[in-house]
């Protein structure tokens, strides 16, 4: 049985910084993208950011590029989300994803349950 299973999250101060984490286990997905959404209360769930599966070609959301970093470890099965200078707008859910493919495509398979970062100003 597949699982994504999220941490990292918690409450920080505007201008600071989170790391999250994303385990898979059930099975490897070494050649599939990874990506990282978000949902804010009362809000639709959105994209943050797709890695590829070599890690080395990444798509960032326009309000996150330049502060998040999106990376990944093959051996551990694992992607990450570097967040720097966050934002109260950052405030959310936030879940990682299995891509359908190689490379970004927009399409996803797995998701996980999610960890809750919070931005106060």
């Known amino acids: 049985q597949v699982q994504l299973v999220e941490s990292g999250g918690g409450v920080v101060q505007a201008g600071g910084s989170l790391r999250l984490s994303c385990v898979a286990s059930?099975?490897?997905?070494?050649?599939?993208?990874l990506a990282w959404f978000r949902q804010a209360p009362g809000k639709e769930r959105e994209f943050v950011a797709d890695?590829?599966?070599?890690?080395?070609?990444?798509y960032y959301a326009e309000s996150v590029k330049g502060r998040f970093t999106i990376s990944r470890d093959n051996a551990k099965n694992t992607v990450y989300l570097e967040m720097n200078n966050l934002k109260p707008e950052d405030t959310g859910i936030y879940y990682c994803?299995?891509?359908?493919?190689?490379?970004?495509?927009?399409?996803?398979?797995?998701w996980g349950q999610g960890t809750q970062v919070t931005v106060s100003s």
């Open positions: 994803a299995v891509d359908k493919a190689t490379y970004y495509s927009g399409e996803y398979l797995y």
């Open positions: 059930g099975r490897t997905f070494n050649d599939h993208a």
């Open positions: 890695i590829a599966w070599s890690g080395d070609s990444w």
